[in-house]
C-alpha cells in the first residue's frame, strides 16, 4: 500500500459463527468491488458450526491492497462480544454499528468511538426471521457510508438465487430497512462517505478458488479428495463452475485420495487432490510411490497450524520442510506457494504442466490466510489465451508397435521417459513401486537401482531450467533486507514500502517457485547487509532451507506461529526492534 | 485369435515357492483372459505388495503395482480414467482385508466396473507366517504358539452384506472351475469379488491343498445368488462344508454412469480434447 491512495479504511464485521459473518463478508466485498474499489479480506473463524466469535476483516482502497493490517475504522457488531474483542486495534473515532438491544455500550468506547445504534434484530424480525441480522447490517453499513444500494440488492439477489424469490424478497426488504434506518436517522454525521466510483472493473476471488479454476483451465479432469479444512473449497469451487466436466470422488479417506488420483493419472488423466498437513500425512506413502512410478501428480495442500489437530480454521506455514521431506525413500518433487490469488492461478497451471513434463509429484503449498481471503484482481492477470498445455514426451505409435513390450522407464540423458497409456493400442505399459527396470518389472540388482535411482533424480536438474527467479522489489542497497514466501507477500512487500518511508532502507525477495531453489536466493542472501526470513512458523523453516540448499546464512527471522496472519505494521515493529530503533 | 503365447511374460523368474497356490491362479487368469478373446493392450492390472501381487508381472499386461493395501483406490481410479480398460486388482487376504479393508468396504459401494480378485492363503507368507485376517481362531502360528485368539473374518459374509455386485468364492486346486468364475467375474459389469482359496506350501500347515480339497463343494443349479438371506446364511458355511461359486448378484448402477462427462466418451479422450479457451465464460462468476 502506498501513501499515494487516498482511501484505505478496513471494515470489520463480527459476530458468532452460524450468523452469517462470512456471507456478510463476502456480500459487502462484492459490493465494493463492484462499486470500483480494491479490496483484500482476511477470515477468522472458529471451528465450530455454531457459537464462538468469528469475524471478517475488509479492506477497502482506491488502490490494489494485498494485505490487511490489524486496524480497524468501521467495526460491524451483530452479536454482543465484538466490540470488546476488537477495541483494541479501532483507531480512535471509529465507526461501530451496533444494535444497543443487544448490548449496552460501554463509556469508554462511547468517548472514543462514533456509535451507530441500529435495531438489527428488531428490523429482522420485522423482516421474518432473526437470522436476517446480518443482512440488516449490511443495508445499515452501505446507508450510513452512502453507498449504493442497488449494487447490493443486485448481489443479494445473484447470491439467493437457487434459494427461491421469497428468500430473496426478504433478504432484499431486510437490508433496505437498514439502508433506510441509517440514511434517515445518520446521513451526514458519519465520517466516512464511499460512493461508487468509475475504474475498471475488477474480478474478486479467494486463492483456493483461483487453484481451482486454475486447475480446470489445466485441464485436471479427476480429483479425489477427503474434506479438511481450510482446503475443500477448492474442489468445492471446481464443482460449482464445472460439474460436468471433471470427475471427482469423495474418498473414504486421504490415502485413498492420493492412490486414487495415482490411478487415474496412470491412465493418463491429470489428476489433483487436496488437503491440510494431518491428510497429507497420510498420504505419505502414495506421494513417495508417485515418486517411485515416476506418475505425475498434483497435491494442493492448504496448511493450517500444527502440530496434530493443531487450530483448524487458522494459518500457518509449517509444512515446508515437511513437504520438502515428505514421503519415505528419496526422489524428485517441486513446491509452489502461491503469494496471491493471480500467482495461485498461474501456479496450478504451471503445476500440471511440471507434473507431466517430469513426472513428478507438484505440491502447490498455501495456507489458511491466503485461501480464505477475497482480493480484486485485475482480469487481464488471468491470462487465459497465454496458457499451454504441456504433457512432455509421448511414445510414438509406431515406437508401441514394434517394441513388443514398453521402456516406461527408459533411462534417458533427462531422466524423463517417454509415456504411454494404458489402453493404448498394441502398448504394455507397467510399473512398480517396487524398484524395477525400464519395463517397470520388479528387480534386486544393484546396477539396475542405480540406473533407475540415477535416472530419477537426474529429472531435478532437468526441471531446474522451468523455475523461476524470485520475486525482488525495492532499492538495490539497502540496509535491511526482506525475505518471505508464499502467502506473506502483501504484508512484507506493505512493511517494506512502510519501511521506506520511515527511512529505513529495505528491499525484498519473494520466493513462489519455493523448490527447487533457485540460484539467485543464495545471491540475494550474499547481497543484503542485514536479511531477515518472515515466515509464519516457529523454526524458520524457509531460512534452513536458504542454508541447507545456497550455504548462506540470512541475519535472522521474524516468525509468528500464533495462527494468525502477518499485518505490515507487525513486521515494520519486529525490524525495527531488530535495529535497535 | 488372441493365444495363451501373447500372455507370455518377459519376466522368467518367478518368485513363489514350488508349489505355491498362485501358480493355477495365473494359469487360471492368462486362460480366461484368452478365452474371453481379449487383448493383452486391452486389460490393466493393479497390485499392490505380497507374493500375490506379484502376479501381474508373470503375465503380459498393462500393469500398476501399487503399495500395501492400496489397490482399490488406484484401480478405481484408472477405471474412471478410462472405462474401456479390463481393469484386473489382484492382492493378497493381508493386502485386501487388512491394509486395505476400509478401501475395500468403499470400493463395494462404490461399485466400479472392474475384477477384485484376493487370493486368500489364511496366512502372511512373504513377512514369514504371521496371521492374517483370515486365519482360523486358534491356528498355532510361529508368533502365536498358542494360537490365534481372534476370529477370522468372514470376506463373503461382509461382501453380501454391503451389497457387492458380484460375489464369488474359487478354490486354487481347481483350475477350470477358477477360469470359469474369473469369465464371469471379468464379463460382469461392475464390482466383481472373487476371493480364491489359496493354499501356502510354506508358512499354512492346516489349509493345505488336501484340507481344502476334503471341504469344498460347488453350488448347485438350484442355488439362487440373488437372494441376499440365502446367500448371507450361505456365507456362513465353514468348516466342514465350504461352499464355492457365485455367493452373490445384486444388480445395480455402476460408478461410472453416475458421471456426466463420462457418458460422452472415456475421461482419457475428454482429456485429449481439453481446450484452456473452453472454460473462459467461467471466469465472469467471479465479476
Request: glycine share 8%; aromatic share 10%; proline share 5%.
Amino acid at each position: 500500500m502506498s501513501t499515494e491512495s487516498s482511501i484505505d479504511l478496513n471494515f470489520r464485521v463480527g459476530g458468532a459463527a452460524g450468523q452469517g459473518v462470512q456471507s456478510v463478508g463476502g456480500v459487502l466485498s462484492k459490493t465494493f468491488a463492484r462499486g470500483g474499489y480494491h479490496i483484500f479480506t482476511h477470515q477468522d473463524y472458529e471451528s465450530r458450526i455454531r457459537g464462538g466469535h468469528s469475524f471478517f476483516h475488509l479492506r477497502l482502497s482506491d488502490m490494489p491492497v494485498y494485505a490487511a493490517p490489524n486496524r480497524v475504522n468501521v467495526l460491524v457488531a451483530l452479536d454482543d462480544r465484538t466490540i470488546e474483542i476488537h477495541e483494541d486495534v479501532m483507531v480512535p473515532n471509529s465507526v461501530i454499528i451496533c444494535d444497543r438491544k443487544l448490548r449496552e455500550v460501554s463509556p469508554e468506547v462511547e468517548r472514543v468511538h462514533d456509535i451507530f445504534d441500529v435495531p438489527l434484530m428488531d428490523i429482522a424480525l420485522e423482516t421474518g426471521n432473526k437470522l436476517y441480522v446480518n443482512t440488516v447490517a449490511m443495508g445499515a453499513s452501505l446507508g450510513l457510508i452512502e453507498f449504493d444500494f442497488d449494487i447490493l440488492a443486485g448481489l443479494i439477489a445473484e447470491q439467493f438465487k437457487k434459494k427461491g424469490q421469497t428468500i430473496i424478497d426478504e433478504n432484499v426488504k431486510a437490508a433496505r430497512l437498514g439502508y433506510e434506518f441509517t440514511q434517515q436517522n445518520y446521513k451526514g454525521t458519519c465520517c466516512y462517505i464511499i460512493k461508487p466510483r468509475t475504474a475498471p472493473k475488477t474480478m474478486i476471488l479467494t486463492s483456493n478458488e483461483a487453484i481451482g479454476i486454475g486447475a480446470l483451465f489445466a485441464g485436471c479432469k479427476f480429483v479425489s479428495a477427503y474434506p479438511m479444512t481450510p482446503s475443500t473449497s477448492i474442489w468445492v469451487t471446481m464443482k460449482a463452475l464445472a460439474h460436468d466436466d471433471f470427475v471427482f470422488v469423495q474418498t473414504e479417506d486421504e490415502l485413498a485420495s492420493i492412490n486414487m488420483a495415482l490411478g487415474a493419472a496412470y491412465g493418463g488423466v491429470r489428476a489433483m487432490t487436496t488437503t491440510s498437513g494431518g491428510g497429507f500425512a497420510l498420504m505419505n506413502e502414495g506421494f513417495s510411490l508417485a515418486g517411485a512410478t515416476e506418475t505425475p501428480i498434483v497435491v494442493a495442500l492448504v496448511s493450517r497450524p500444527g502440530p496434530a489437530t493443531g487450530l483448524p480454521t487458522r494459518t500457518e506455514q509449517s509444512d515446508l520442510e515437511y513437504v520438502l521431506h515428505a514421503g519415505h525413500g528419496e526422489f524428485p518433487r517441486v513446491i509452489f506457494a502461491p503469494s496471491c490469488q493471480e500467482e495461485a492461478f498461474r501456479l496450478t497451471v504451471k503445476a500440471f504442466n511440471m507434473a507431466e513434463k517430469y513426472h513428478v509429484a507438484v505440491v502447490i503449498l498455501q495456507d489458511q490466510h491466503l485461501a480464505d481471503s477475497y482480493r480484486t484482481v485485475d482480469p487481464a492477470d488471468f491470462n487465459i489465451d497465454a496458457i499451454k498445455i504441456e504433457r512432455g514426451p509421448m511414445a510414438t505409435e509406431e515406437e508401441l508397435k514394434t517394441s513388443k513390450d514398453f521402456k516406461s522407464h527408459r533411462v534417458t540423458e533427462s531422466g524423463v521417459s517417454p509415456r504411454a497409456f494404458p489402453g493404448t493400442k498394441d502398448g504394455i505399459i507397467a510399473t512398480a513401486g517396487d524398484e524395477h527396470d525400464e519395463y517397470g518389472h520388479i528387480i534386486e540388482d544393484a546396477e539396475t537401482r542405480n540406473e533407475q535411482m540415477e535416472k530419477r533424480m537426474r529429472k531435478l536438474d532437468a526441471l531446474m531450467k522451468d523455475i523461476e527467479e524470485p520475486l525482488t522489489y525495492g532499492q538495490e542497497a539497502a540496509d535491511v533486507s526482506l525475505i518471505g514466501w508464499g502467502s506473506t507477500y502483501g504484508a512484507i512487500k506493505e512493511a517494506t514500502d512502510l519501511l521506506n518511508e520511515e527511512g529505513i532502507s529495505t528491499n525484498m525477495m519473494h520466493v513462489v517457485e519455493v523448490f527447487p531453489v533457485h540460484k539467485v536466493v543464495g545471491e540475494f542472501v550474499t547481497k543484503a547487509k542485514q536479511s531477515f526470513v518472515v515466515e509464519n512458523n516457529y523454526t524458520g523453516q524457509y531460512a534452513n532451507i536458504i542454508r541447507a540448499y545456497t550455504g548462506k546464512l540470512p541475519t535472522g527471522g521474524i516468525n509468528k506461529y500464533d495462527g494468525r496472519p502477518f499485518s505490515p505494521g507487525y513486521i515494520v515493529k519486529e525490524v525495527k526492534r531488530r535495529m535497535g530503533a | 485369435m488372441v493365444t495363451i503365447e501373447d500372455y507370455e511374460s518377459r519376466v522368467k523368474d518367478i518368485a513363489w515357492c514350488p508349489g505355491c497356490g498362485n501358480f493355477p491362479i495365473l494359469e487360471a487368469l492368462k486362460q480366461a483372459l484368452v478365452e474371453l478373446n481379449l487383448e493383452p493392450w486391452q486389460v490393466a492390472m493393479v497390485s499392490g505388495i505380497g507374493q500375490s501381487s506379484k502376479l501381474p508381472h508373470y503375465l503380459r499386461v498393462n500393469e500398476y503395482n501399487e503399495l500395501h493395501g492400496r489397490i482399490l483406490p488406484a484401480a478405481t481410479g484408472l477405471s474412471l480414467a478410462n472405462h474401456e480398460l479390463v481393469v484386473i486388482g489382484v492382492g493378497g487376504d493381508g493386502d485386501g482385508y487388512g491394509e486395505g479393508g476400509n478401501h475395500w468396504i468403499n470400493a463395494i459401494r462404490r461399485n466400479p466396473n472392474m475384477t477384485y480378485i484376493v487370493t486368500n492363503n489364511q496366512i502372511y507368507g512373504l513377512t514369514k507366517g504371521q496371521a492374517s485376517p483370515t486365519t482360523d481362531y486358534g491356528m498355532k502360528t510361529k508368533d502365536e504358539p498358542g494360537g490365534i485368539h481372534i476370529p477370522a473374518m468372514n470376506p463373503m459374509a461382509v461382501a453380501i452384506s454391503l451389497d457387492c455386485s458380484f460375489v464369488a468364492r474359487c478354490f486354487a486346486g481347481d483350475l477350470d472351475f477358477m477360469k470359469e468364475i474369473l469369465k464371469k467375474a471379468i464379463n460382469h459389469k461392475g464390482f466383481a469379488f472373487v476371493d480364491i482359496l489359496q493354499p501356502c506350501v510354506t508358512w499354512n500347515k492346516v489349509n493345505t491343498y488336501q484340507w481344502y480339497r476334503e471341504r469344498v463343494y460347488k453350488l448347485g443349479d438350484d442355488y439362487d445368488p440373488t437372494d441376499k438371506f440365502a446367500a448371507f446364511q450361505k456365507a456362513q458355511e465353514w468348516g466342514a462344508q465350504i461352499p464355492i461359486g457365485v455367493l452373490y448378484l445384486f444388480k445395480r448402477p455402476i460408478l461410472k454412469d453416475d458421471y456426466v462427462p463420462l457418458q460422452r466418451g472415456t475421461l482419457l479422450d475428454l482429456q485429449k480434447e481439453h481446450k484452456p479457451s473452453q472454460f473462459k465464460d467461467l471466469l465472469k462468476k467471479f465479476f
